[in-house]
């Protein structure tokens, strides 16, 4: 294990506008009101959590993984208003392979006002730059347009599809692999990339 790694504490970033800070049980109300909206999950699960007490259960599976090293969980707060807006997570975070993906759900109201804009913007150098990781995934339903074209606008690169991966009780859906290479991070750096435009 590197030392990057062994965190005590889950790491505040901040943006223009946003506040990322470490989930704790005391968000569960906030958070439940938005994920178990179907609508506001429809590209991340079919089965949106049920009850507050399955919340609670999932944000304590959150922070046990990441004491054992495996996760980082935030939740996303509106500085202004101090709203709780959204949950991001670095999840399935293996330190040997130096690798991680991502997971992120915003509520309705704050979708496409460039939130994940301003979210990646701080999450790729802590990731590349503070934790020193090599692969970082994003792995999103076909049908998610808007965080596809999110990923490429950062310079992900689309390593394929996995067809019909996921069924959501209806049907079955193709999920587009996405990642980010610390090297192709790098070089974005010394030739940013143009991001003018927000589409999440």
């Known amino acids: 294990m590197t030392n990057q790694l ?21 968000d ?11 609508e506001t999950m429809k590209f991340i699960t079919a089965y949106p959590v049920q009850s507050e007490q399955e919340m609670e259960e999932a944000i304590s ?11 980082i969980p935030w939740v996303i707060i509106h500085k202004e208003s101090g709203q709780l807006v959204g949950q991001f997570r670095l999840h399935k975070l ?25 979210v990646l913007g701080v999450i790729l150098p802590f990731f590349f730059e503070t934790l020193k990781l090599n692969r970082l995934v ?18 992900f690169h689309k390593d394929g599809v996995l067809r019909q991966t996921d069924y959501d009780g209806v049907r079955f859906h193709d999920t587009v ?23 999440d």
Do not use: W
């Open 6 to 26: 062994i965190l005590s504490t889950i790491p505040q970033l901040e943006t223009e506008n946003y506040l990322l800070r470490g989930i704790t049980l005391q």
């Open 28 to 38: 569960t109300n906030d958070l439940f009101t938005f994920m178990q909206d179907k």
């Open 61 to 71: 599976r959150q922070l046990d993984n990441f004491l054992a090293h495996k996760e």
């Open 94 to 118: 293996h330190v040997f392979h130096q690798k991680a993906e991502m997971g992120a759900v915003i509520r309705k109201e704050y979708q496409k006002k460039g939130v994940m804009t301003e």
């Open 138 to 155: 994003g792995d999103i339903f076909a049908g998610n347009v808007g965080s596809r074209k999110l990923l490429e606008k950062f310079g």
């Open 177 to 199: 692999v996405y990642s980010l290479l610390k090297e192709e991070y790098e070089y974005q750096m010394i030739s940013p990339l143009v991001r003018s435009d927000c589409v």
